[in-house]
């Protein structure tokens, strides 16, 4: 019975990371298409200088997606986890962490630019 229960909490476990690896993908593709739709209205505007709140508002659902992505990775080892997955994981979060640290320092840098610009 026990073994039984176990094979069904991988399965459920597996299931949850492919559906969160999904949304991820989800909020890129979305946040491609904002930043395409963004890119246009420059283009359209004959703006053609400044594509920092483009690349910003695109920034903001690359750093939702890697949020979404680490889940999964930690769906990925939490059942049974080997070193070499568990050092995987490390690499990982370590890269991803520092990413969206230094997305999240320009996303504030311009939200404070507007801010002290108005």
Known sequence: MFGQTEEWVRTGVEWLRLFVETLGALVIAVGIAVALRGLV???????HDDFNAVRLGFAR????????QLAADILSTAIAPTWEQLGKLAAVAVIRTGLNHFLMREIREERDEKVSGS
């Open 41 to 47: 209205a420059h283009w359209r505007e004959r703006r």
């Open 61 to 68: 659902y690359l750093a939702m997606a890697l949020e979404f």
